[in-house]
Nanobody, 119 residues
Framework: QVQLVESGGGLVQAGGSLRLSCAASGRTFSTMAMGWWRQAPGMARRFVATIMWNSTSTIIADAVKGRFAISRDNAKNTVDLEMNSLQPEDTAVYYC????????????WGKGTLVTVSS
């Protein structure tokens, strides 16, 4: 069992930056792929980024490529999402997730943290 708690969301102006963090509990964190998804108002949840258990591989969605970066610290049981050059269309609830395989379905989800980008 893995429990995930996101933090770092908030209100930021367009062009600004935010760093989201996800704290995980559970002994299997270091062996799991981790990722971030987001859900804008009235929209389906969409993939943002994912990282392999040993940080050797990442996948970043085209919509945020070059602006967002994902990283993890297995010693601290955390996975972060660095978001730069934020735009109003990045406004969404951001969810942390964990699963057994990079690019595969996720088994565990956090409750989300809201990011609002003002124009």
């Amino acid at each position: 069992q893995v429990q995930l708690v996101e933090s770092g969301g908030g209100l930021v102006q367009a062009g600004g930056s935010l760093r989201l963090s996800c704290a995980a509990s559970g002994r299997t964190f270091s062996t799991m792929a981790m990722g971030w998804w987001r859900q804008a108002p009235g929209m389906a949840r969409r993939f943002v980024a994912t990282i392999m258990w040993n940080s050797t591989s990442t996948i970043i969605a085209d919509a945020v490529k070059g602006r967002f970066a994902i990283s993890r610290d297995n010693a601290k049981n955390t996975v972060d999402l660095e978001m730069n050059s934020l735009q109003p269309e990045d406004t969404a609830v951001y969810y942390c997730a964990a699963g057994p395989n990079l690019g595969g379905p996720m088994d565990y989800w956090g409750k989300g943290t809201l990011v609002t980008v003002s124009s």
